[in-house]
C-alpha cells in the first residue's frame, strides 16, 4: 500500500470553527487531491494539487482552501465549519499516468 | 448532469452469478479507473483503462472509448466481492491532471 495517511480520523466540531485536515505521503507523488463522501453523491472533488504550491478547484470547493507547500503534505482547511460540511473526506495521490491511491478517510462532524 | 454515469446503482445477485456493471462519460479522457469500497470504508484501484480489456482473477474491465463506455464484470461471484464499485476518469486539462467519479454501484453477493 502506498503510504498515505490522515489526520485526524475523526473529529466532532462546532459551526463556525476552523477545522484543518491533513493528508500525508511518503510517495513523492505529484498529484494530490481532496474528495468528499456524501449518501447519493459518491465522491466529489474538493480541490487538488498538482505540484508544490499548486493548486486548483473542483466542483465542490466553496467553504474550502487548500495548501501545499511540500511535495508530502496537502492540507484542507474549512475557514467556518458549517453542518453542510460534516461528510467523510478522503485524500488521494498518483504519479503521473499511474492509478490513484487512497488514504483512509477522515469523518468531520459538524455540529 | 453527471461527467460519470454508472448503473445500476444497487445490485444484489446470488453467489456464483455473473455480474456486470456499467460506466458511461461525456468528456474526453485518457484513462478510467474501476475503484473498489468495502463497508469498512477503505478504496482500492482495480483497474485502470484506456483501450481494450484487462483480467484479474474473476474481475475483467473492459472499455470502448468510441462509445465512451465501460464494464465491469466479476465472474462466479462471491460474497466477499460485496462492496461499492466507482468508475473514475481521467481528465487531462494541459497537464493538471483531475479524476472524477461516479456514484458508485453498491453490490450484494447472497451465499
Known amino acids: 500500500d502506498a503510504g498515505i495517511t490522515q489526520s485526524p480520523r475523526h473529529k466532532v466540531t462546532e459551526t463556525g470553527t476552523p477545522v484543518t485536515l491533513r493528508c500525508h505521503q511518503t510517495?513523492?507523488?505529484?498529484?494530490m487531491y481532496w474528495y468528499r463522501q456524501d449518501p447519493g453523491h459518491g465522491l466529489r472533488l474538493i480541490h487538488y494539487s498538482y505540484g508544490v504550491k499548486d493548486t486548483d478547484k473542483g466542483e465542490v470547493s466553496d467553504g474550502y482552501s487548500v495548501s501545499r507547500s511540500k511535495t508530502e503534505d496537502f492540507l484542507l482547511t474549512l475557514e467556518s465549519a458549517t453542518s453542510s460540511q460534516t461528510s467523510v473526506y478522503f485524500c488521494?495521490?498518483?504519479?503521473?499516468?499511474?492509478?490513484?491511491?487512497f488514504g483512509p478517510g477522515t469523518r468531520l462532524t459538524v455540529l | 448532469k453527471n461527467e460519470v454515469e454508472q448503473s445500476p446503482q444497487n445490485l444484489t445477485a446470488q453467489e456464483g452469478e455473473f455480474i456486470t456493471i456499467n460506466c458511461s462519460y461525456s468528456?474526453?479522457?485518457?484513462?478510467l479507473h474501476w475503484l473498489q469500497q468495502h463497508p469498512g470504508g477503505g478504496i482500492v484501484s482495480l483497474f485502470m483503462?484506456?483501450?481494450g480489456k484487462k483480467k484479474h482473477g474473476r474481475l475483467i474491465a473492459t472499455i470502448n472509448i468510441q462509445e465512451k463506455h465501460s464494464s465491469l464484470h466479476i465472474t462466479a461471484s462471491h460474497p466477499r466481492d460485496s462492496a461499492v464499485y466507482i468508475c473514475a476518469v481521467h481528465i487531462s486539462n494541459f497537464g493538471n491532471e483531475k479524476l472524477t467519479f461516479g456514484t458508485g454501484t453498491r453490490l450484494t453477493i447472497i451465499p
Open positions: 488521494a495521490t498518483r504519479k503521473r499516468g499511474g492509478v490513484p491511491f
Open positions: 468528456v474526453g479522457i485518457s484513462a
Open positions: 483503462l484506456s483501450s
Open positions: 510517495e513523492n507523488h505529484r498529484y
